[in-house]
């Protein structure tokens, strides 16, 4: 009885098992991509920033 279970269970992790895969079909494609929305996501950012600055620098010219 606790071996046909211990083997269920075997079967069914090794069946989970070779049916997924977490690999990438291209690796250096899918890291291309990150680097394009990092990129992106840096030049999107870009006016939030300068703004930013400006209030700063406003901030401190008024309490000067």
Do not use: C, H, Y
Request: net charge positive.
């Amino acid at each position: 009885m606790k071996f046909s279970k211990v083997f269920f269970f075997f079967f069914a992790f090794v069946m989970a098992m070779s049916t997924t895969s977490a690999r990438p079909e291209n690796f250096f494609k899918e890291l291309e991509r990150a680097g394009q929305r990092v990129r992106d996501a840096i030049i999107n950012a870009k006016p939030a920033v300068d703004t930013i600055a400006d209030a700063q620098k406003v901030w401190k010219d008024f309490q000067s």
